[in-house]
């Protein structure tokens, strides 16, 4: 009879359990049902939220940035309208912006261009009638157009000694006074009419609506042109 039967029986137990253990296979997870490509997709590109902005963005980049532009010159003035705003207000990149423009100087320029183009247009557009000459006044009186917003924006660049925006406000007023020597005989007259018009206008951007006594004033201009008529 064999005493230590019992003990060695408890260790070779215990000397067995860890591989025992081991060979027992762990339950496997419970898997997840297989994602569509599309859904996959989804969850392993981060979400661009600049991308889904732009996608709802109307008119060129162009555009967006000139229009950021004067609406930062309208409200800050020249010194807030830096690169970095502008991109900003514009809502891109500025490596974007730089895409468009290459610096400030081209900003300007971009501005101006836009200036000269709205410019031409109007003067076709309040030309292009039997009576220009009251057309052009009562044009005077109007504020809240596109031509506006950007000619108040190029006022704050103005007086900067920039030649660019110097000159281009100069080709602007000498469109005007072309066009009305086009439609009346004296130029001195013409050019009368002219800075009546300039004077209705400037008290239009700042706020001070058109009277009676304005509406009399275009409409004694309208007469005196037309009585000069053969």
């Known amino acids: 009879m064999t005493t230590h039967s019992a003990p060695e029986s408890a260790q ?24 569509s490509e599309p859904q996959a997709a989804r969850q392993r590109a981060p979400k661009d939220v600049h991308q889904e902005r732009r996608a709802y963005k109307r008119g060129s980049g162009r555009e967006r940035v000139l229009d950021a532009y004067a609406l930062v010159l309208r409200e800050e003035g020249v010194s807030a309208a830096t690169l ?27 501005l101006m261009e836009r200036l000269n183009r709205q410019n031409i247009e109007d003067i076709e557009s309040t030309m292009d009638g039997d009576d220009g000459v009251t057309g052009y006044l009562q044009a005077s009186m109007v504020g809240e157009d596109e031509y506006s917003a950007t000619f108040m924006a190029v006022l704050k660049l103005a007086g900067s000694g920039n030649e660019v925006v110097d000159r281009g406000l ?45 509406r009399q004033v275009v409409d004694l201009a309208g007469q005196i042109v037309a009585e000069r008529r053969p």
Do not use: C, M
């Open 170 to 214: 100069r080709e602007g007023l000498d469109g005007w006074r072309d066009a009305l020597d086009s439609v009346i005989d004296n130029k001195v007259l013409a050019r009368l009419i002219q800075l009546v018009g300039d004077g209705l206008y400037l008290h239009t951007l700042v706020g001070d609506a058109p009277d009676d006594i304005d």
């Open 12 to 35: 070779s137990e215990r000397e067995n359990a860890p591989q025992a253990a081991r060979q027992v296979a762990p339950q496997s997870e419970p898997q997840a049902a297989p994602q």
């Open 84 to 110: 970095d705003e502008v991109a900003k207000r514009a809502d891109i990149s500025k490596g974007g912006l730089l895409h468009h423009f290459a610096s400030k100087e081209a900003l300007v320029e971009g």
